[in-house]
């Protein structure tokens, strides 16, 4: 946004894709970790609220809410992390991760197992297992889109 002049929508080419991927990766992977090893009382029941609210409107078919929420979901669970110089990086690279799957998206995708994919997540975080939780993440972030896990520099695994 340009202050009394106006919005731009900032293009993103597959390159700069990419390398938001690595940070948000990078920034949630090392934040989750923190958020497990302290979780915050209302941390659990929030994330599955978020992840109901998901299937929600996956069942709607409303491809750009889910994504909204999909993107309330990751920075719910970072604003915990207690990292909040980093929180408009990722808001950032989440908006421009979900702008690109989505305009990628030839085929329709399942709007349900997209949603659902966040469970194990919010399981790991409630488990107490941060290892478990930065490792399901970094999958998570890794096949959103047809780039790959070979797009991250080393492994969770």
Request: proline share 3%; net charge neutral; charged share 30%.
């Amino acid at each position: 946004r340009h202050g009394y002049r106006g919005t731009q929508v900032s293009r993103c080419t597959a390159e700069e894709a990419v390398e938001m991927f690595r940070i948000r990766q990078q920034i949630e992977c090392r934040g989750i970790r923190k958020v497990v090893l302290a979780p915050r009382e209302r941390l659990v029941a929030e994330l599955r609220g978020l992840v109901e609210a998901m299937v929600a409107s996956a069942e709607a078919e409303d491809e750009l809410e889910l994504a909204a929420i999909d993107r309330r979901f990751h920075e719910r669970i970072f604003a915990d992390a207690g990292l909040a110089a980093l929180e408009p990086i990722l808001h950032r690279c989440l908006i421009h991760n979900h702008r690109f799957k989505i305009s990628r998206s030839g085929e329709r995708r399942d709007l349900r197992r997209t949603a659902l994919r966040h469970a194990p997540i919010v399981d790991l975080i409630e488990g107490g297992d941060a290892g478990a939780a930065e490792r399901a993440l970094f999958h998570h972030i890794a096949t959103i889109v047809d780039f790959g896990p070979e797009v991250f520099e080393g492994s969770l695994a």
